[in-house]
């Protein structure tokens, strides 16, 4: 299908020549549902990925330095770094898509229209809140609320220039960052007082109708049995759960 939205693109990272059945079903149904709008795999310069655009002709390729793609350290310098952000400048906003996530419908330009700079499932870095059942949706709820949640970037729509503009003022005043880089902007853009000036975030209640991670089936009771736009993680926490909506072998 021709492109027709050519305001938000489809960035998929992309550092291995082979997918494996639910990688491959990801970019299938992504390639489906968000056919509309531009599709970009950035991957290290010497990865050969011709079967991709054999496939999917639709895809263009943003080759970067081997070394962004050397590890999980050096991806979250890359996503960190405004120099990453100014290669999609002609674009409002990115959808960062890694191929274990999955889209169920297209919402992405409702979510661009609500005024967030950043946006994506929200979640506890602590393991009892991984795979919580539909009965302890409460519990998840309340721990959300009481806890600097964060918002993951695995699946996350981030505003270009806000993202470059947040992270040349970072940059100014702060020493480079060494965490996950979603962590810098959500929990870091509310901890850092100056920060919050610069990246307006949603709710958990907004982001989890966005994207469900940890704890599907409790997030699931508390949309209201409503699936969100898309989902992440999904083989990873509570498979058993995505089972009834996700067939990778088709």
Same mark, same amino acid.
């Given at each position: 299908?021709?492109?027709?939205?050519?305001?938000?693109?489809?960035?998929?990272?992309?550092?291995?020549?082979?997918?494996?059945?639910?990688?491959?079903?990801?970019?299938?149904?992504?390639?489906?549902?968000?056919?509309?709008?531009?599709?970009?795999?950035?991957?290290?310069?010497?990865?050969?990925?011709?079967?991709?655009?054999?496939?999917?002709?639709?895809? @263009?390729?943003?080759?970067?330095?081997?070394?962004?793609?050397?590890?999980?350290?050096?991806?979250?310098?890359?996503?960190?770094?405004?120099?990453?952000?100014?290669?999609?400048?002609?674009? @409002?906003?990115?959808?960062?898509?890694?191929?274990?996530?999955?889209?169920? %419908?297209? @919402?992405?330009?409702? =979510?661009?229209?609500?005024?967030?700079?950043?946006?994506?499932?929200? #979640?506890? !870095?602590?393991?009892?809140?991984?795979?919580?059942?539909?009965?302890?949706?409460?519990?998840?709820?309340?721990?959300?609320?009481? %806890?600097?949640?964060?918002?993951?970037?695995?699946? #996350?729509?981030?505003?270009?220039?806000?993202?470059?503009?947040?992270?040349?003022?970072?940059?100014?005043?702060?020493?480079?960052?060494?965490?996950?880089?979603?962590?810098?902007?959500?929990?870091?853009?509310?901890?850092?007082?100056?920060?919050?000036?610069?990246?307006?975030?949603?709710?958990?209640? @907004?982001?989890?109708?966005?994207?469900?991670?940890?704890?599907?089936?409790?997030?699931?009771?508390?949309?209201?049995?409503?699936?969100?736009?898309?989902? !992440?993680?999904?083989?990873?926490?509570?498979?058993?759960? =995505?089972?009834?909506?996700?067939?990778?072998?088709?």
């Amino acid at each position: 299908m021709k492109v027709t939205d050519p305001s938000v693109a489809i960035v998929i990272p992309v550092y291995r020549p082979e997918f494996t059945e639910a990688e491959e079903a990801s970019l299938k149904q992504c390639m489906n549902v968000l056919s509309r709008y531009p599709v970009r795999i950035v991957k290290p310069r010497s990865l050969d990925l011709k079967w991709v655009a054999a496939e999917y002709p639709a895809i @263009e390729f943003v080759s970067l330095d081997d070394a962004c793609f050397s590890g999980i350290e050096a991806y979250n310098r890359l996503l960190t770094s405004s120099g990453f952000y100014k290669v999609f400048s002609e674009y @409002e906003f990115i959808l960062i898509y890694q191929l274990d996530a999955f889209v169920f %419908r297209d @919402e992405l330009r409702d =979510w661009c229209k609500k005024g967030f700079d950043y946006i994506g499932s929200p #979640s506890l !870095h602590q393991e009892e809140f991984d795979s919580l059942p539909a009965g302890s949706g409460q519990i998840f709820a309340d721990a959300l609320s009481s %806890r600097r949640f964060v918002l993951n970037g695995g699946l #996350s729509l981030r505003r270009v220039p806000a993202f470059v503009r947040y992270l040349k003022i970072y940059d100014l005043f702060y020493p480079a960052w060494k965490g996950n880089e979603d962590m810098l902007f959500s929990q870091e853009a509310t901890r850092l007082i100056p920060m919050k000036l610069f990246m307006k975030l949603p709710t958990w209640q @907004e982001a989890l109708r966005f994207s469900f991670e940890k704890s599907p089936a409790a997030s699931f009771a508390l949309t209201n049995r409503q699936l969100p736009f898309a989902c !992440h993680a999904w083989e990873r926490y509570d498979p058993e759960f =995505w089972s009834s909506y996700i067939v990778v072998n088709q």
